[in-house]
């Protein structure tokens, strides 16, 4: 499980997130939705503690941090190792190869040997469609796949909870897709993701769960079909931004 209570973050005059209660439930994908501004991204890089508000407490499982006072290395990283995040850019390591990009980083953190890091990384590849670009590097590869290689990666480092933002905004609608077909195929293997995203359609098709944020309060927490049927005024006037176009 992971949990935060009554976190509350400003940058200078900017509330960005006012005193958020949240539960993520274990097994399940929680899409967060919200107009651009609203803290999505803000909300989760405090579940990664990339970022750290002034108030409130975060627990994942059976580490927990309290805000307001300083927090150890020690801390940071009992937090960081139950949960990976794939960011919009893929942030994949130039100057080594796809199978490498993969194998690295479980060495690094000392989760697995060089050989087991190998075979899981061969296995994970081939699973996003890779199984045959293993040595060549990140420069060569389209956007979808150097995000697919981010999504590998991060697989390969087996945490409890998986985290993407605006994992696909970066991408042209066909390489989208191939990122997307990865993702819907994750979300039906019981893990726990956690997505923040502007793809509606995407959205509809993963969700176990929605939560709206609008301008840093929690506007919806619940099922999906709720949410997209709401007459709620905010969340109409946030989904009729999606038709128009
Ligand atoms: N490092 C920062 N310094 C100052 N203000 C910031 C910083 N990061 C975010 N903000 C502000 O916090 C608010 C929330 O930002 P956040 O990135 O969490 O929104 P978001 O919902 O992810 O938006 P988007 O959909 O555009 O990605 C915005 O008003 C933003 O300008
Ligand atoms: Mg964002």
Redesign the pocket.
């Given at each position: 499980m992971l949990e935060l209570n009554t976190v509350s973050k400003s940058?200078g005059e900017?509330t960005?997130l006012d005193d958020v209660d949240l539960r993520i439930r274990d097994g399940e994908t929680t899409v967060i939705l919200?107009p651009?501004?609203?803290?999505?991204?803000?909300l989760l890089r405090i579940m990664d503690l990339l970022e750290v508000p002034e108030s409130g407490s975060l627990r994942i499982n059976d580490d927990a941090v309290t805000f307001g006072g300083r927090i150890s290395d020690a801390q940071i990283r009992s937090i960081r190792r139950h949960s990976a995040m794939v960011f919009q850019g893929y942030n994949l390591f130039p100057n080594h190869t796809v199978l490498k990009n993969v194998a690295l980083p479980p060495v690094l953190n000392g989760k697995l040997s060089a050989s087991e890091a190998d075979e899981r990384a061969r296995q994970l590849l081939d699973k996003v469609g890779l199984g045959e670009r293993l040595s060549e590097y990140p420069d060569n590869l389209s956007g979808g796949q150097q995000q697919r290689v981010a999504i590998a990666r991060v697989l390969a480092l087996a945490p409890d909870y998986l985290l993407f933002d605006?994992p696909t905004s970066a991408l042209d609608p066909e390489l989208e897709a191939e990122v997307i077909k990865v993702l819907v195929d994750l979300a039906h293997e019981n893990r726990s993701l956690i997505v923040?995203t502007h793809n509606i359609a995407f959205a509809q098709k993963v969700a176990d769960r929605v939560i709206f944020?609008d301008d840093g309060h929690i506007g919806y927490d619940g099922a999906p079909a709720e949410f997209f049927a709401s007459d709620n005024e905010r969340i109409r006037r946030y989904l009729s931004t999606f038709s128009a176009i």
């Open positions: 940058y900017n960005v919200g651009s501004g609203s803290g999505k991204s803000t605006e923040v944020l």
